[in-house]
């Protein structure tokens, strides 16, 4: 197999755009690194367009779709194209997954029985750890408001490690309005903020059709999503404490979600 080794090779510019949210959102693509994930993704029949590897990975192409572009690439190519400080040296581009990622109004996404969690956040790492969380307790889909952190940014991607290419999202624009389709529904919906109010969440009684909402890890949700809540829930700590990452609290949250079904 022919090997690219010149930077300014037409694929490779256009494949090193990817690293842009415009781009990325414009062409439809997005892309991530490493064997674990190209595994993942094979695994889970993720829409893999093309797979760059250096030479020492050759190895891994034998195990892709026929429909797949396979390159193999220099070490300098790759650093152009790679977003790792310690790159492994496998390279791979998709199509969104639109099946999966939906945009979604309010009168239209909830199914009978499906068990969410509501999020908005801006770091792409947070949002992978939580993607990973929800994923392994159950979570039937996220709801993301339209602020979000970009599911395909490549620390989400990372974060999530390969959770991305099974568990549904659905992003909406009007949140408020969400949380009261979900309550007329039947949902009961916890926001996690600290107000006078707020209750210990090892009082709420936890149930498929329970839902919290967790915020950005600056400002925490807006006053108006927290009044829309049943009520607001926080997470006890020993005195002193600092309050803790927003994907660690998620992942507590949903360690007692999903405690029903383990």
Not at 24 to 45: M, S
Not at 83 to 95: D, I, L, Q, Y
Not at 128 to 137: F, H
Request: aromatic share 6%; with cysteine; net charge neutral.
């Amino acid at each position: 197999m022919e090997i690219i080794t010149s930077r300014a090779n037409r694929l490779i510019v256009e494949t090193a755009k990817l690293q842009d949210r415009k781009h990325r959102q414009r062409e439809k693509l997005f892309f991530f690194e490493g064997r674990k994930l190209l595994e993942e993704a094979i695994r889970q029949n993720a829409p893999l367009v093309r797979v760059f590897v250096t030479e020492e990975n050759i190895a891994l192409l034998r195990d892709l779709p026929a429909d797949v572009e396979q390159y193999t690439v220099s070490r300098s190519v790759y650093e152009k194209i790679s977003a790792e400080n310690s790159p492994e040296g496998v390279f791979c581009v998709a199509r969104h997954l639109d099946r999966l990622h939906k945009f979604a109004t309010i009168y239209s996404m909830t199914e009978k029985g499906s068990r969410f969690m509501a999020v908005s956040v801006r770091d792409p790492g947070n949002l992978g750890t939580i993607i990973r969380s929800a994923r392994a307790m159950g979570i039937d889909c996220l709801l993301l408001s339209s602020d979000c952190a970009d599911l395909y940014n490549p620390r989400t991607i990372r974060g999530a490690m390969g959770a991305l290419f099974s568990l549904p999202t659905l992003t909406v624009a009007d949140p408020i309005g969400s949380v009261a389709a979900l309550q007329k529904d039947g949902y009961s919906v916890y926001a996690t903020a600290l107000t006078p109010t707020a209750c210990d969440v090892r009082t709420v009684e936890i149930t498929p059709a329970t839902c919290f909402i967790v915020g950005n890890e600056g400002h925490g949700l807006p006053d108006e999503l927290v009044v829309a809540a049943d009520r607001a829930v926080i997470i006890p700590m020993q005195p002193g404490s600092e309050s803790l990452n927003v994907a660690a609290a998620s992942s507590l949250l949903l360690w007692e979600m999903g405690k029903i079904l383990l």
